[in-house]
């Protein structure tokens, strides 16, 4: 080993790590951070628009059975997801915003599917 390694070595010995003790140590995640999505099924009007621009193919349209007729409401596969942004920026109600989860890793992909749900009784799922 030459000297000039031996003094790189004794000097990092001495410094602090750069790196986090992660999951111990965790960074504050910025405001805009996409993290898994969310929905806001009552302000949805099922237009379509954020399935059509998704990339990634990762939102379906169905239908949900409510006490005011049949609604046409996204269904989204998370697991399919590249977090782009691009279905907020298009949808005309803003109804679709990301939570700061990412540690979405799971042996069930069932988990990672965002259904439609809304407030108004008698609301259930049946795909288009
Ligand atoms: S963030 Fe991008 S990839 Fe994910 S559901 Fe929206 S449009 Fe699709
Ligand atoms: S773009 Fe917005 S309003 Fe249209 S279906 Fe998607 S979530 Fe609903």
Known sequence: MSLSMVRELLRTLLKKPVTRKY??????LPDRYRGKIVIDYDKCIGCSLCAR????IAIKMVFIESEKGRKRKPMVYV????FCGQCSLVCPRKAISYSKEFELATYNKEEL??????SEK??????S
């Open 113 to 118: 599917v965002v259904e439609p749900k809304s």
């Open 23 to 28: 999951p111990f140590e965790r960074r504050e």
């Open 53 to 56: 621009f998704c990339p990634a």
């Open 122 to 127: 008698g609301d259930s799922n049946g795909t």
């Open 79 to 82: 697991y399919r997801c590249i």
